[in-house]
């Protein structure tokens, strides 16, 4: 293993032909475990053009930290050198050649646990994984923050009536708990039972075919003339 900094990498002052795994540190804290026939050009996927919206977590983050990202630590492995590491993490894998080097990133990333790798490459189970413990616990809080805003959103709409009708009616779309009106807000209501903003949506439906206007008119007239008749 050697090491250098991600600004000599990125330079193009360190040649890292060779190496096959590269881990990414700021001091202590290990950030991003991978894997390339090309690391320099890896890395510089990670960041994109210029830290852009496509850029991963690892290129956001060090966009966002320069000039300290700059002097972050990037130790570099050649892939014999991760053997101990594989056998601790998959003692009874059957590891072909072709594999070996996802094996190894796995296992990086189930010892350092980097703050921006989401997931590995094999799926593998293993134990006692800081890294799968990591994310479990991050979904399990995802979730939690999910419920808690539908159970806010429910009580809202509990303690709300319509803009248009000043009642309570059937207000929330089952799938994502929105209400009805909200979300768009063409109309420029902050909130619209369901039954009103299907009102509005045929009354806007028929601004824009005034002949069928005219002939529910005339439906109507005529029917009301047909009522006095009897």
């Given at each position: ?103 190894a990133e796995d ?119 047909l009522m006095q008749?009897?």
């Amino acid at each position: 293993m050697i090491q250098t900094t991600l600004r000599s990498l990125l330079k193009g002052r360190f040649d890292a032909s060779g190496y096959q795994l590269y881990l990414v540190k700021d001091r202590e804290v290990a950030l991003y475990a991978g894997h390339s026939s090309n690391i320099v050009s890896r890395l510089r996927g990670h960041i994109g053009s210029r830290g852009a919206p496509g850029a991963s977590l690892l290129g956001q983050s060090i966009a966002e930290s320069k000039p300290h990202s700059n002097e972050w630590t990037v130790e570099l492995y050649i892939i014999d050198e991760c053997s101990e590491l594989i056998a601790k993490w998959f003692p009874r894998a059957i590891i072909v050649t072709d594999e070996k080097v996802k094996y190894a990133e796995d296992a990086f990333i189930h010892e350092y646990n980097p703050l921006y790798n989401r997931n590995t490459n094999l799926g593998y189970t293993v134990d006692n994984s800081p890294f799968t413990a990591r994310l479990r616990r991050e979904r399990e809080e995802e979730h939690e923050r999910i419920e808690l805003e539908q159970a806010q959103k429910r009580a809202r709409l509990v303690n709300s009536v319509c803009d248009i009708c000043c009642e309570h009616d059937r207000w929330v779309n089952a799938d994502d708990m929105q209400p009805c009106g909200v979300m768009e807000n063409r109309q420029g209501f902050n909130l619209l039972c369901n039954s009103c903003d299907e009102v509005i949506r045929l009354l806007k439906g028929l601004e824009r075919n005034p002949e069928r206007v005219s002939k529910v008119k005339q439906a109507l007239e005529a029917k009301a003339l047909l009522m006095q008749e009897v």
